[in-house]
């Protein structure tokens, strides 16, 4: 089964809603472990590279709480997916994100997101997925494609696998992928007040639509 690395990047939140469902319920939870050795791409005929940035790209993700959710997403990140001759097997993937760009509302939220109950800003500025190695297996429909990569966020570094849907064209690579994570593997562990409790669910949510560089 061919797959193709994307990234990835996560939060959670404390909001004041009035929803009560967990948005993370039902949606297939990724792959947690230990950091994957990368793989050094050998020499190819032709490169292709896609340049990810906010223009073609959207990183979101919506947390929970016991009376409600709030949705966020980060407005300042750079990255880029590079493919060895159109084989979607030697897919890398780099990707940098800018937590300070967190946005979600309200801004209190922003702000306490951005502190050291959850992610820690002015200690930990970046988060980083890679990769270069894939997965084998299949993934569960209707995704396409199993991606494997490592995820550094808060200063934690584990290996994250998620599924994708993902179409390659001469002139695009389109992908969209939609999964939840447990934010304490990465050490979000604040617990929300006594008697409205933040879920450890965080729904993922990716889509790219890139051209291929010249």
């Given at each position: 089964?061919?797959?193709?690395?994307?990234f990835?990047?996560?939060?959670?939140?404390?909001?004041?809603?009035?929803?009560?469902?967990?948005?993370a319920k039902?949606?297939?939870?990724?792959?947690?472990?230990?950091?994957?050795?990368?793989?050094?791409?050998?020499?190819?005929?032709?490169?292709?590279?896609?340049?990810?940035?906010?223009?073609?790209?959207?990183?979101?993700?919506?947390?929970?709480?016991?009376?409600g959710?709030?949705?966020?997403?980060?407005?300042?990140?750079?990255?880029?997916?590079k493919?060895?001759?159109g084989?979607?097997?030697?897919?890398s993937?780099?990707i940098?994100?800018?937590?300070?760009?967190?946005?979600?509302?309200?801004?209190?939220?922003?702000?306490?997101?951005?502190?050291?109950?959850?992610?820690?800003?002015?200690t930990f500025?970046?988060?980083?997925?890679?990769?270069?190695?894939?997965?084998?297996?299949a993934?569960?429909?209707?995704?396409?494609?199993l991606?494997?990569?490592?995820?550094?966020?808060?200063?934690?570094?584990?290996?994250?696998?998620?599924?994708?849907?993902?179409?390659i064209?001469?002139?695009?690579?389109?992908?969209s992928?939609?999964?939840?994570i447990?934010r304490?593997?990465?050490?979000?562990?604040?617990?929300?007040?006594?008697?409205?409790?933040?879920?450890?669910?965080?729904?993922?949510?990716?889509?790219?639509?890139?051209?291929?560089?010249?």
């Open positions: 089964m061919n797959r193709l690395p994307i990835l990047a996560i939060a959670v939140l404390s909001a004041f809603a009035t929803g009560c469902a967990n948005p039902d949606a297939p939870k990724a792959i947690v472990g230990q950091p994957s050795a990368q793989v050094v791409q050998a020499p190819a005929s032709k490169v292709i590279t896609v340049n990810l940035d906010p223009t073609n790209t959207s990183i979101g993700f919506v947390g929970s709480k016991v009376t959710n709030h949705e966020g997403s980060f407005s300042r990140f750079k990255g880029t997916l493919i060895t001759d084989k979607r097997d030697t897919a993937t780099f940098e994100i800018d937590m300070d760009s967190l946005v979600i509302e309200p801004e209190k939220l922003a702000e306490h997101l951005k502190s050291a109950d959850f992610f820690d800003v002015a500025p970046k988060a980083v997925y890679k990769s270069g190695s894939m997965l084998t297996g993934p569960p429909a209707p995704a396409t494609d991606v494997q990569g490592d995820l550094t966020l808060k200063g934690v570094n584990k290996g994250l696998s998620f599924p994708a849907t993902i179409m064209t001469a002139s695009r690579v389109m992908a992928a939609k999964f939840s447990n304490k593997d990465f050490g979000l562990v604040y617990p929300g007040m006594p008697d409205d409790l933040i879920r450890d669910e965080v729904l993922i949510k990716l889509k790219v639509d890139a051209p291929v560089n010249p």
